[in-house]
């Protein structure tokens, strides 16, 4: 498939604490994305890089994107009971720029 | 706001009866997806459409159908819902174009329950 894994699968932490997770792919990709969703919801949008950037930041979200090593990270810093969810990352199935693909995703839980 | 709806949120249907699910946007993008997702699962491509052009993946089952008869709204159809199609299947949209850099849009998704 287009993507590989991401890891860790499950991941749980103090609140207060950095989670980082991690997310490799098997092909050339255009951008790759990163998306949270709350449980019984839809996905929401956090950060798109392009694979001509190596780092990105939007708040307390960080994303690395290491192109040789077809991976990328995802780093919550100072994390909240309210940042538990379920965290995907997505590239698009190059060559077709439209057609977006999910990774397995990590659940994250954030203990008060 | 604009936004992605799918209607409804949840869904009942009996072994091999069709059921249809319904995505709007007013978001006025061009790309709309259909993914399914199982629990503790990503999500998985069913099919899009860029405009009106329909792209089915390959291991969509033949089972599973899709209408856009217009940019707004696009539907989902299960001819004879089988126990394993019971999922939440999710719709978004994407502006196409501009080399795919940008991001997709998600409804919340219905979950569809088969007895």
């Known amino acids: 498939s287009q993507q590989g894994e991401e890891d860790p699968q499950a991941l749980s932490i103090q609140e207060g604490e950095n989670a980082t997770m991690n997310c490799s792919y098997k092909?050339?990709?255009?951008?790759l994305q990163w998306y949270r969703q709350n449980s019984g919801r839809g996905l929401v949008h956090l950060i798109l890089?392009?694979?001509?950037?190596r780092e990105k930041h939007s708040g307390r979200l960080r994303v690395t994107l290491d192109t040789s090593k077809k991976s990328s990270s995802l780093l919550i810093t100072a994390s909240r009971a309210a940042d538990t969810a379920s965290y995907f990352c997505?590239?698009?199935?190059?060559?077709?720029?439209?057609?977006?693909?999910f990774g397995p995703g990590t659940s994250l839980s954030v203990i008060p | 706001d604009a936004m992605v709806i799918q209607n409804p949120r949840y869904q009942v249907t009996q072994f091999g009866k069709p059921v249809t699910l319904s995505c709007s946007q007013t978001l006025n993008h061009n790309v709309m997806y259909w993914y399914q997702q199982k629990s503790s699962q990503a999500p998985k491509l069913l099919f899009h459409y860029y405009d009106k052009d329909f792209n089915n993946e390959a291991d969509t089952p033949d089972n599973f159908q899709s209408r856009r008869p217009n940019t707004s709204f696009c539907f989902l159809d299960i001819r004879s819902p089988g126990l394993g199609d019971a999922a939440m299947y999710l719709c978004a949209t994407r502006r196409g174009g501009l080399y795919g850099n940008q991001p997709q849009h998600f409804g919340d998704g219905t979950r569809l329950s088969i007895l």
């Open positions: 997505a590239t698009d199935a190059y060559p077709s720029y439209d057609k977006v693909i």
């Open positions: 890089i392009r694979s001509n950037e």
């Open positions: 092909t050339s990709i255009n951008n």
